[in-house]
């Protein structure tokens, strides 16, 4: 804040000349550097496929309605599939990350060397996307459901395990201490001081993971690895556009109603 | 005298107080559970012959992947990398500029009815599809290359910054918008003045999150020709070389770290 004396008196402005100018050199590299990165990606794109995509989205619209409404009922298998990949995925994750978690918080790590790496595991597991662990696993163990489950549960141990170690460290410690005046073993402060603490942001952590993995798991099919994207994947190499509106149309139902169970769940937990 | 004061009425065995208070739902939840756990064990359907020929099969492509090969493809994976840090560069920006007015529309505070729920629509639909969706949609459209997985990547920003910035500006401190609409601001005034000092910090916070994660999704959007790591990292699965694709990861993994103390400690300082 700064007050600039002008002749007609002073006048009051939020910055003074020299952070004004500071101010603008930082926006003028900041456009530098986007105008410079524009111009790299422009450098590698076809300019007529992307001057010509008005007339390719009035065609491919044009081609997805109406919707084949007698395709859902090949649906409901996938569907159901891609609810169990993300539930069943989830769970495999909280078994993982429940002892990574007390590994990586820092008032219930054993050692700081074990800390560093449960949080390299954390990184690690939250960097790659689930698509690539999917991609892996069906590789590895062929493709199916199973890859899926797989896949999405690696994925989500990094960010559960992650949220769950930030609550560990931010319980009250008096608590702890408190159980561990009593005389209680290590496992018996965990399990009287620590969990009973930790539980609502588990149950909201778990809720909140299994309600994206729903999002995921939809488009782990494009590399095999089961769910509805198989079906989205087979409609749109086959250019059956009529089965592929009514795809999107069946994942966004999924989404919002999986959305709408994990808002009401939370809800009732914080 | 009555008896009630007897220790033989004191309960002499204490338990943990469960998480659900009330018994029945808790006991149907469990129960539930279990009924749901077995039967989605019971359609996953695994092949278990195809998993266990897939152990040994795991064990040499772990080996394969050992030691990561960083030099024969060093060409092509740094062309992937740079790629896709220009896409998650434009895409943060331009995602991030069309959100602001979206954000603002999209403020129940800030907005007339029709302008909130047009704007509430926009960000729904946008966070709905995961980014490799859109990314198909946009590589149909746009042809294949970096073009298309930044149309994609600044769709999903939109949903995601739009959102939060318009829970923000729900959230502000109402006095000081109050105060400056006194003064006789006007509107463009009020917004400049009023709100955008109050949620600022954890914009620019969330800005560098979303840079964050937009360079995780740039490794996905290439898979579907979006151009960028992805696509470097398919072909290398596709001919086999594990060894290189062992590095892409390693790659993405450091920066992504990297990016992730950057945001931390940006978030640390503007807050």
Request: charged share 15%; glycine share 8%; net charge neutral.
């Amino acid at each position: 804040m700064a007050i600039i004396n002008t002749e007609s008196g002073p006048v009051w402005k939020r910055r003074t000349t020299k952070q004004e100018w500071i101010y603008w050199l930082c926006w003028l590299a900041a456009a530098a550097v986007f105008v410079y990165c524009f111009k790299l990606v422009s450098d590698k794109t076809i300019w007529f496929f992307v001057t010509d995509a008005g007339a390719q989205a009035q065609d491919m619209a044009s081609r997805m309605v109406p919707p084949k409404w007698s395709y859902i009922h090949d649906l409901w298998r996938p569907i159901w599939d891609t609810i169990n990949i993300a539930t069943l995925g989830t769970a495999l994750a909280l078994v993982i990350a429940v002892p990574i978690a007390f590994l990586a918080a820092k008032n219930t790590t054993p050692h700081p060397t074990v800390r560093a790496a449960a949080l390299f595991v954390i990184v690690s597991s939250r960097s790659i996307n689930s698509l690539i662990w999917a991609l892996m696993l069906v590789a590895i163990i062929g493709p199916g459901i199973l890859a899926g489950v797989i896949a999405i549960g690696l994925r989500s141990v990094g960010f559960c395990a992650k949220l769950l170690y930030e609550a560990i460290e931010e319980i009250d410690e008096t608590q702890v201490e408190a159980i561990k005046a009593t005389g209680a073993s290590g496992a018996q402060q965990l399990s009287y001081g620590i969990v009973p603490q930790i539980m609502p942001a588990f149950a909201g952590i778990s809720v909140f993971r299994w309600d994206i993995n729903i999002r995921e798991s939809t488009v782990l099919g494009l590399v095999g690895a089961g769910g509805i994207g198989l079906q989205l994947e087979a409609s749109i190499s086959t250019l059956a556009w009529t089965q592929v509106s009514v795809i999107l149309l069946v994942i966004l139902a999924t989404v919002i109603v999986s959305e709408w169970v994990s808002a009401k769940i939370r809800h009732a937990i914080i | 005298m009555s008896d009630a004061v007897t220790p033989k009425n004191y309960p002499s065995i204490w338990k943990k107080p469960p998480l659900i208070k009330r018994g029945w739902l808790r006991w149907s939840l469990w129960f539930g559970a279990a009924i749901y756990l077995a039967i989605g064990f019971g359609t996953l359907e695994v092949d278990w012959q195809r998993v266990s020929e897939g152990i040994p099969r795991g064990q040499r492509f772990l080996s394969a992947f050992f030691p990561p090969d960083i030099f024969s493809r060093w060409d092509s994976i740094l062309d992937g990398i740079l790629e896709s840090i220009w896409m998650t560069v434009i895409s943060t920006v331009a995602g991030i500029a069309l959100s602001v007015p979206v954000g603002l529309g999209a403020a129940k505070n800030l907005a007339p009815k029709p302008v909130y729920m047009v704007c509430r629509f926009i960000v729904a639909l946008s966070r709905t599809f995961p980014e490799v969706i859109l990314a198909i949609f946009a590589v149909k459209l746009f042809g294949f290359g970096p073009f298309a997985g930044f149309i994609a990547l600044s769709i999903a920003t939109v949903g995601f910054y739009a959102k939060l910035l318009a829970e923000d500006i729900e959230d502000m401190d109402p006095v000081q918008a109050e105060a400056i609409r006194s003064t006789g601001a006007s509107w463009f005034q009020w917004v400049n003045y009023a709100v955008q000092p109050q949620v600022m910090p954890r914009m620019i916070g969330l800005a560098v999150y979303r840079l964050d994660i937009n360079f995780r999704e740039s490794a996905v959007v290439g898979i579907v020709g979006g151009g960028g790591i992805g696509a470097t990292l398919l072909t290398a699965f596709d001919r086999y070389e594990f060894d290189s694709a062992a590095a892409i990861l390693l790659i993405i993994i450091a920066i992504v770290m990297g990016l992730e103390y950057a945001s931390g400690y940006l978030r640390q300082k503007v807050q």
